[in-house]
């Protein structure tokens, strides 16, 4: 079984443009979480989507968003980016509703570079 | 939500046993602890999860004491291939999403031949 993709890999831009990640999950999985990753603040969870509902938010501002299409694919948008965006950008997803007990299987993740 | 400490890193040689403790002294009844392993330019990856008592898979072990205040995983004979950050996380486990799944700092494992 594939794990889960995440596109681009590498990613290069501009203070002020916006950005669209994607993320493909584990084929029958139905909940899809986003994270951010920096030095500084560590791993911080940005929102997870569960049957094309963001069901849950982190603490991050309005330029964040994010969507599930029906087949469980999940892409996140930032807009009007800032230096402070540059970061690793992970996606994960589980089987069913994301509970604790459920394992979560994360991507290689999306590097972002804002310059 | 559970706040958890861990060390920020450890040094261990080829070959020992390492027991990395996660210090999480608010935790509540419907809490989980679990670990998770990230190597650089990864996304982590699960590695044990246990409520209480002790947990074994082919990879590690987790220690939990009866006051569930603290948890220990222990990785048995590591090897270069280890060395990683290692992320305590405690979650409710009647909670449906992933809102609970909060990464602290991690502790920096580096395996020394």
């Known amino acids: 079984k594939a794990g889960v993709t995440q596109t681009p890999r590498y990613l290069i831009k501009t203070r002020g443009q916006q950005v669209t990640l994607s993320c493909s999950p584990i084929?029958?999985?139905?909940?899809v979480s986003w994270y951010q990753q920096t030095p500084g603040q560590g791993l911080q969870f940005l929102f997870e989507y569960f049957s094309e509902t963001q069901r849950n938010k982190g603490n991050f501002p309005g330029r964040f968003s994010g969507r599930q299409f029906s087949n469980s694919r999940s892409e996140m948008n930032v807009s009007t980016l800032e230096l402070g965006d540059s970061a690793l950008y992970l996606c994960a997803s589980s089987l069913e509703g994301g509970r604790v007990q459920e394992t979560q299987y994360f991507g290689p993740g999306t590097r972002l570079l804002v310059l | 939500l559970a706040k958890t400490t861990q060390p920020i890193s450890m040094d261990s040689y080829e070959g020992q046993e390492v027991n990395i403790t996660c210090s999480h002294n608010n935790i509540a009844t419907n809490d989980y602890i679990t670990w998770y392993q990230q190597f650089p330019s990864q996304g982590p990856r699960f590695i044990i999860q246990g409520y209480k008592t002790k947990v074994t898979n082919e990879v590690a072990s987790l220690f939990i004491p009866a006051d569930r205040k603290s948890s220990t995983l222990s990785l048995p004979r590591v090897s270069l291939s280890d060395t990683a950050v290692y992320y305590c996380l405690v979650g409710d486990g009647r909670l449906a999403g992933a809102n609970n799944l909060f990464f602290g700092t991690g502790t920096r494992l580096t395996v020394i031949p």
């Open positions: 084929s029958g999985h139905r909940s």
